[in-house]
């Protein structure tokens, strides 16, 4: 007998069809006091119950969220019993029981918590939890690949799978799912998380932070019907992880406005970047200023046109929450020359750390005096990063690329690729009503 047997004389007594003396040994608890998030219908209310249990908690749903994944698990195909006059389906870890007029679910989950936009959310291990349960009976009864998709959704609950967990959420019938694909990001590390928002008539209003772990992923949240309908706009921003300001950051990665229920996503929204950096250019020369030495030239680069003492990028100006990066690059991976919002006037560093004694050009660039650092046959490399930095290697925008300096001689100018197609950002978000 699995635990979730164990509890199926509780919901036998929970749907009112069975006589008086039912009882279970497990201990009712509030969420907001016991498990350290807000409260809501998870904390003992009529929809959902909360208990402490076998080392876990044991959650009891009722109304819309049992009647959803009864019949989840009834579509995909599981087995239904006929026990004392009513319905009951058994997984390994839940148990849901019907007379056809009301349902009532028992699962096990090492994890409850409240997230907005949800009535309640449960997370556990692939393949040995409630939510792991529910995830395959939802993929099965709409006909999806468990094993190739990573997340469903169905009678109002979504789910969502990572490599080693799987989350869960219902919510009612007053909120809309919102889809959000983007394309041309990725991971931020543990530091920085993105965060979607939704610009209303009441300001913007956060549709969920979330990760990526790689360049082309979809995201689900569930959104008040209200605020979906009210919604005018899609902004995408880089927050950071811990001890975020509730409002959103300015560096806004794509945005879009809403033509009806779907927003196309890009960095050329005025409410994002402004551009599509498809009109970048720039040149570079290999050059030491800071050193006196006659043959060194190439342990320096510099963005500047020495023929007429002016600077060789032009790039668009970036909007607050971004800063231009230049970079070297060799065997040994990315090394930055330092930050600039304008390439007429110096960069974060001057000349760098490595550099020589003498002064060096009010334009970005770097010398590689000591240690030296030879840059013939490497990258060089303009990208967009936001401020503050997610990372100290470059951002996923790289406008404009080099990927072989060449010998040329100190000061002769060598042209950048620009390379905006194959780094850009873009994506959707629709809302399905």
Not at 50 to 58: C, E, K, P
């Given at each position: 007998?699995?635990?979730?047997?164990?509890?199926?004389?509780?919901?036998?007594?929970?749907l009112a069809l069975a006589s008086t003396g039912c009882a279970t040994d497990t201990e009712?608890?509030?969420?907001?006091?016991?498990?350290?998030?807000?409260?809501?219908?998870?904390?003992?209310?009529?929809?959902?119950?909360?208990?402490?249990?076998?080392?876990?908690?044991?959650?009891?749903?009722?109304?819309?969220?049992?009647?959803?994944?009864?019949?989840?698990?009834?579509?995909?195909?599981?087995?239904?019993?006929?026990?004392?006059?009513?319905?009951?389906?058994?997984?390994?870890?839940?148990?849901?029981?019907?007379?056809?007029?009301?349902?009532?679910?028992?699962?096990?989950?090492?994890?409850?918590?409240?997230?907005?936009?949800?009535?309640?959310?449960?997370?556990?291990?692939?393949?040995?939890?409630?939510?792991?349960?529910?995830?395959?009976?939802?993929?099965?009864?709409?006909?999806?690949?468990?094993?190739?998709?990573?997340?469903?959704?169905?009678?109002?609950?979504?789910?969502?799978?990572?490599?080693?967990?799987?989350?869960?959420?219902?919510?009612?019938?007053?909120?809309?799912?919102?889809?959000?694909?983007?394309?041309?990001?990725?991971?931020?590390?543990?530091?920085?998380?993105?965060?979607?928002?939704?610009?209303?008539?009441?300001?913007?209003?956060?549709?969920?932070?979330?990760?990526?772990?790689?360049?082309?992923?979809?995201?689900?949240?569930?959104?008040?019907?209200?605020?979906?309908?009210?919604?005018?706009?899609?902004?995408?921003?880089?927050?950071?992880?811990?001890?975020?300001?509730?409002?959103?950051?300015?560096?806004?990665?794509?945005?879009?406005?809403?033509?009806?229920?779907?927003?196309?996503?890009?960095?050329?929204?005025?409410?994002?970047?402004?551009?599509?950096?498809?009109?970048?250019?720039?040149?570079?020369?290999?050059?030491?200023?800071?050193?006196?030495?006659?043959?060194?030239?190439?342990?320096?680069?510099?963005?500047?046109?020495?023929?007429?003492?002016?600077?060789?990028?032009?790039?668009?100006?970036?909007?607050?929450?971004?800063?231009?990066?230049?970079?070297?690059?060799?065997?040994?991976?990315?090394?930055?020359?330092?930050?600039?919002?304008?390439?007429?006037?110096?960069?974060?560093?001057?000349?760098?750390?490595?550099?020589?004694?003498?002064?060096?050009?009010?334009?970005?660039?770097?010398d590689f005096i000591d240690p030296a650092r030879d840059l013939i046959g490497g990258a060089?490399?303009?990208?967009?990063?936001?401020?503050?930095?997610?990372?100290?290697?470059?951002?996923?925008?790289?406008?404009?690329?080099?990927?072989?300096?060449?010998?040329?001689?100190?000061?002769?100018?060598?042209?950048?690729g620009n390379n905006a197609d194959a780094t850009a950002a873009f994506g959707n978000a629709?809302?399905?009503?």
């Amino acid at each position: 007998m699995t635990r979730l047997n164990k509890t199926f004389l509780s919901l036998f007594c929970a749907l009112a069809l069975a006589s008086t003396g039912c009882a279970t040994d497990t201990e009712e608890v509030s969420i907001d006091e016991d498990l350290g998030v807000e409260g809501g219908k998870a904390d003992g209310g009529d929809d959902i119950n909360v208990r402490r249990a076998y080392g876990g908690f044991l959650v009891t749903i009722y109304g819309d969220a049992a009647t959803g994944m009864w019949n989840a698990l009834e579509d995909s195909g599981i087995r239904v019993t006929n026990k004392r006059g009513l319905e009951y389906i058994n997984t390994s870890y839940s148990v849901c029981v019907t007379n056809r007029r009301a349902a009532a679910c028992q699962l096990f989950s090492y994890d409850v918590s409240n997230v907005d936009g949800f009535d309640l959310a449960f997370h556990g291990a692939r393949f040995r939890s409630a939510a792991s349960d529910l995830f395959g009976a939802i993929a099965a009864a709409n006909g999806q690949d468990a094993r190739s998709t990573s997340s469903v959704s169905r009678d109002g609950y979504l789910c969502e799978k990572g490599s080693s967990n799987v989350w869960c959420g219902f919510a009612s019938d007053d909120s809309v799912e919102l889809v959000v694909s983007l394309n041309g990001l990725g991971d931020l590390g543990p530091d920085y998380v993105y965060e979607g928002w939704l610009i209303t008539s009441d300001g913007p209003v956060t549709s969920g932070r979330f990760d990526l772990t790689s360049g082309d992923e979809s995201k689900s949240f569930q959104i008040d019907r209200a605020i979906a309908e009210d919604s005018t706009m899609f902004v995408l921003t880089i927050e950071p992880a811990i001890g975020d300001d509730p409002a959103p950051a300015s560096t806004h990665v794509v945005a879009g406005a809403f033509d009806g229920a779907d927003a196309p996503l890009t960095t050329i929204h005025p409410a994002a970047l402004g551009t599509d950096f498809t009109e970048a250019a720039g040149a570079y020369i290999l050059e030491t200023p800071s050193s006196d030495a006659g043959d060194d030239y190439n342990q320096g680069v510099w963005f500047v046109d020495p023929s007429v003492g002016a600077p060789s990028l032009a790039l668009p100006t970036l909007p607050a929450g971004w800063v231009y990066e230049g970079w070297v690059v060799g065997e040994d991976g990315p090394v930055s020359t330092g930050t600039f919002t304008d390439p007429a006037n110096g960069d974060s560093d001057g000349g760098g750390p490595a550099a020589g004694p003498n002064g060096t050009p009010p334009f970005p660039g770097q010398d590689f005096i000591d240690p030296a650092r030879d840059l013939i046959g490497g990258a060089v490399v303009i990208s967009v990063e936001p401020s503050p930095d997610n990372s100290p290697a470059p951002f996923f925008l790289k406008p404009l690329v080099d990927g072989d300096a060449e010998d040329v001689g100190p000061g002769v100018l060598q042209d950048m690729g620009n390379n905006a197609d194959a780094t850009a950002a873009f994506g959707n978000a629709a809302f399905l009503f």
